[in-house]
């Protein structure tokens, strides 16, 4: 009831000479109606329900395209028999009248959209895969081409990208190397203290950093740096149609754009890896000094004699690797963004985490490959 008497000032039942009419009156505007819309067209699709009902709509003051889509609504998309109307609400039914009739469609329920979407999740995969092999086997022919005409070799190009890479991403390596060599030579000190085996503590530093932990952090943070400038580059260029300039021009984008970003990232990987890994030994020998009393001294004259050479060149092997393959990643996650920002966010997204995928999935790799080089 209350309810029913709150919306009294936007219609009034009448009677008139044994036929039920509904006047409708105010402004039937969104403003006007904000704070009544749900409850008046819930009451008036109620009333619409009766076949006989005249409407008279003369008592509008204004209506706006909410209020007519309600009033729309509540006639079942059809005009009423008994209607009076102003010439200009006329024109707004007939406008309503000429939009195509909407036809809900029940989606019959899909008892295999698992394979559905592996089907699909697999042909993904599979036209990306193809896409690698492609973009691999330009730059290899690439790589043929300034063999033969070495005068054309983007030098520029090149060096931009190792500074832009390397150099630029020496203070966050090192931080997070820094950061990582002290809780581990932290925890595991207070494990070797239990057996009274801190002098392995150089041992462990040594062979984890080196080996595992130096080049897998410098390649995530890349991944996740320098991968993604290069597919917004790539995108932005997409987006901006500069791509398609260079086209235009005659100039090859895998010689000129991809080529120098693999190998710039090819060549500043390795020294990122080293750079990465003597930070975390620095903050493990001081961990370690401060936890168990070994000096530094102490510590870089037992190095070498604790970890063999071959994890140093094994480290530096996964940089090279992992940094081309970022790169490619990159690269070709790039390329195939279209020109919308939308695309570009997703991109990026997707090069970021495939490219960490992968630095993990080589890691993997080298660590069942070489399981019996530089271990004693």
């Known amino acids: 009831m209350q309810n029913s008497s709150r919306l009294t000032q936007w219609y009034q039942l009448e009677d008139r ?20 819309f749900d409850d008046l067209a819930s009451d008036l699709a109620r009333q619409a329900q009766k076949p006989d009902l005249h409407w008279n709509l003369l008592g509008i003051q204004q209506i706006d395209s909410a ?14 028999q008994l209607i009076e109307l102003r010439p200009e609400h006329e024109k707004m039914i007939e406008r309503l009248e000429q939009l195509p009739a909407h036809q809900s469609v029940t989606k019959p329920s899909d008892w295999l ?48 990208n190792l500074f832009r890479t390397g150099a630029q991403a020496l203070g966050i390596t090192a931080l997070v190397g820094f950061l990582i060599g002290i809780v581990i030579s932290y925890l595991s000190s207070k494990q070797l203290q239990l057996f009274g085996a801190d002098i392995f503590i150089i041992n462990i530093l040594g062979i984890s950093i080196i080996r595992e932990l130096g080049p897998m952090l410098a390649a995530i943070l890349v991944a996740g740096r320098s991968g993604s400038s290069m597919t917004a580059q790539l995108g932005v260029m997409r987006v901006t149609q500069e791509l ?54 102490y510590f870089i004259s037992t190095l070498p004699d604790s970890v063999p050479i071959g994890n140093l060149w094994l480290g530096l092997g996964k940089g090279v690797v992992c940094g081309m393959v970022i790169a490619l990643i990159a690269c070709h996650f790039g390329m ?19 490219a960490i995928t992968m630095v993990i999935i080589v890691d993997a790799i080298f660590a069942i490959l070489f399981s019996d080089v ?3």
């Open 336 to 354: 195939r963004i279209k020109p919308n920002t939308e695309s570009l966010g997703e991109g990026t997204t997707s090069s970021v985490v495939t």
């Open 244 to 297: 398609d300039a260079l086209t235009v021009m005659g100039i090859s984008h895998s010689l000129r754009l991809i080529l120098p970003k693999i190998l710039g990232l090819g060549l500043a990987m390795p020294l990122l890896v080293i750079w990465t890994s003597a930070m975390a030994l620095i903050g493990g020998m001081v961990a370690a000094e401060l936890q168990l009393g070994l000096s530094i001294q």
């Open 113 to 160: 959209w698992p394979i559905t979407q592996i089907g699909q999740l697999s042909l993904l995969l599979w036209q990306h895969a193809i896409s690698l092999l492609t973009l691999i086997g330009q730059l290899l022919l690439d790589m043929g081409y300034l063999i033969r005409h070495p005068a054309y070799i983007p030098w520029r190009e090149i060096s931009a």
């Open 67 to 80: 209020g007519i889509t309600m009033l729309w609504q509540a006639w079942h998309a059809q005009r009423p």
């Open 374 to 376: 530089g271990l004693p």
């Open 17 to 36: 000479q044994n036929v039920p009419c509904i006047c409708l009156t105010g402004n039937y505007t969104l403003p006007a109606l904000e704070d009544v």
